[in-house]
């Protein structure tokens, strides 16, 4: 009867994927017309760059192939969210996620961000296969989500909010970040 008590192992505050926030990428642009195509890290067209702290809050994002991702970088940093992790007894972790000010009906995933030696981070679904880690958020931008991860969360870990642009669930993988992936909120599991 013990192990089908659900241990509470703690609450976080999601922040804004941001340069002052965390290392990583917001992989969202604006228009600038001096900008020249990169590759590399942060590929992106001709013609964008990616935000910064001195934008307009009232400028347009736009993925890294020059398509509108209908919301201003004021809209886009709005979001936030707390999760709450808990012990589900079998080794495994409970994540419950609550969410405002997400893009409207937006198709988001929530992905677990680790280091993975020479190879920098990488990103995996919370739920490991991918198959319960997506949502969408409400018509006015709110969300509620519950997803088992079939193994422990350790302290420190982060987890990334991601949304969409495509409109799609990408299942296990997260998508081409920038194109029709984005890091929208990020937080450290306590």
Request: glycine share 10%; hydrophobic share 45%.
């Amino acid at each position: 009867m013990l192990a089908a008590v659900l241990l509470a192992m703690g609450t976080a505050q999601f922040q804004p994927v941001t340069p002052q926030t965390t290392a990583q990428t917001q992989q969202v642009y604006v228009h600038d017309a001096s900008a020249p195509a990169a590759s590399g890290a942060e590929p992106h067209d001709a013609g964008l760059r990616p935000v910064n702290a001195n934008d307009s809050p009232l400028v347009q994002l736009y993925s890294a192939k020059n398509v509108a991702l209908n919301v201003t970088l004021q809209g886009w940093s709005a979001a936030t969210g707390t999760v709450t992790t808990t012990d589900d007894g079998n080794g495994g972790t409970r994540v419950h996620a609550s969410f405002t000010n997400l893009i409207p009906l937006g198709h988001y995933s929530l992905f677990l961000r680790g280091l993975a030696g020479r190879t920098g981070a990488v990103l995996m679904p919370v739920d490991i296969s991918g198959a319960a880690a997506n949502f969408i958020a409400s018509p006015d931008g709110g969300a509620v989500f519950d997803v088992d991860s079939p193994a422990a969360i350790p302290t420190g870990a982060q987890l990334v909010v991601i949304f969409h642009s495509d409109q799609k669930d990408h299942q296990s993988s997260m998508g081409v970040p920038g194109v029709n992936a984005h890091a929208q909120l990020i937080t450290r599991v306590p």
